[in-house]
């Protein structure tokens, strides 16, 4: 298994649909933290994320035989676990109602938000902040959760991104501005009086 | 400004997922793995011996063919009239293939190619499950 360690995903998946059953065990190791996070994040709840992430390397297993070896693992199996965190919250019908999005879907605030300023200094002096974080980002429409999760948790490019969520380059990078601007204003609201 | 916001998410904590969860889902793989893999042998089981009662039918088919259509008694002259046969080799031989159950013998190739068809890979797969099953047991 080590020396499987060092090969890029795509050689893993050809190995494995060659025969090498490791190879599928090395992926799903390597994955497997991230895809955690990221349905845990948008699913709000660890143990549905177990059941998520299971979901995801399973449905991923089932459809390797259709996986386009050109094109990248990484952002193939993110969409894979997009899809089923949001069919997750759709049968719970939970998905979560942003307080800044009307009857339509559409962010009015955000799409109000001209400019994203940086944030001021005495917001990463607060006690507990992580929990903060976490707090204000479970505010946000999913689909900004989504971009903002990969973007800043797993470093990936904006392209990397719009691949992985099947959706345009503009649109991946102004749901970054637009979800950063609404974690900011939510962070100042609650600053301490 | 993202590196403003690259230092907010250094704040948040990733989560690590359960100690068993990785053995979890490699195991959830490899139970489906073997209940795909029984399902093939069933399905290959099944139509190998249909595979092989056709076979079995159209060997019958040829075996009646031949004795209906007088083959095999054409086919005998070789062995009692071979001087003749030597002289009028060409309408021999005319004589012999439209004898020969044509149709019968295409059904018969055909039939035994889908027997090996089904023959190949149901001996594949079941030296999978057998192999799997002995390192179950060690």
Redesign the interface.
């Known amino acids: 298994m080590n020396n499987f360690n060092n090969l890029i995903d795509e050689k893993l998946v050809e190995l494995y649909l060659d025969g090498e059953a490791v190879a599928l065990d090395v992926l799903v190791e390597r994955y497997l933290k991230w895809i955690y996070n990221f349905t845990a994040r948008l699913c709000g709840d660890r143990k549905e994320a177990e059941d998520l992430t299971q979901e995801t390397f399973l449905k991923a297993w089932k459809n390797l035989k259709k996986f386009d070896q050109k094109k990248s693992f990484k952002t193939w199996i993110f969409n894979i676990a997009k899809n089923t965190s949001i069919d997750y919250l759709r049968k719970k019908k939970s998905i979560p109602f942003s307080n800044f999005e009307n009857k339509d879907g559409e962010n009015l605030l955000a799409e109000n938000l001209v400019d994203l300023a940086p944030l001021p200094p005495e917001i990463f002096e607060r006690n507990n902040l992580a929990r903060e974080i976490e707090v204000a980002i479970a505010k946000l429409p999913v689909k900004y959760q989504a971009v903002i999760f990969l973007k800043f948790n797993n470093d990936f490019t904006f392209q990397e991104i719009a691949d992985s969520l099947d959706e345009p380059l503009d649109t991946v990078k102004s749901r970054c501005r637009r979800g950063l601007a609404l974690l900011r204003k939510i962070l100042m609201e609650n600053a301490p009086k | ?1 993202d590196q ?6 250094g ?8 100690q068993n ?2 053995s ?3 195991l ?2 490899q139970r ?1 793995e073997k209940f795909l893999l029984k399902k093939r042998c069933a399905f290959l089981l099944v139509g190998w011996m249909g595979s092989a009662a056709l076979l079995f039918w159209a060997a019958q088919s040829v075996a009646d063919g031949f004795i209906e259509s007088g083959f095999l008694k054409f086919f005998a002259l070789i062995f009692s009239d071979f001087k003749i046969i030597a002289v009028y080799w060409q309408s021999y031989f005319l004589s012999l293939s439209e004898a020969l159950p044509t149709a019968s013998l295409i059904v018969f190739f055909v039939s035994f190619l889908i027997f090996i068809n089904f023959l190949k890979p149901l001996a594949k797969n079941v030296k999978i499950v057998f192999a799997s099953a002995r390192l179950r047991i060690i």
């Open positions: 400004m403003n916001y690259e230092k907010l998410f704040y948040l904590n990733e989560v690590e997922p359960p969860l990785l979890k889902i490699i959830s793989v489906q």
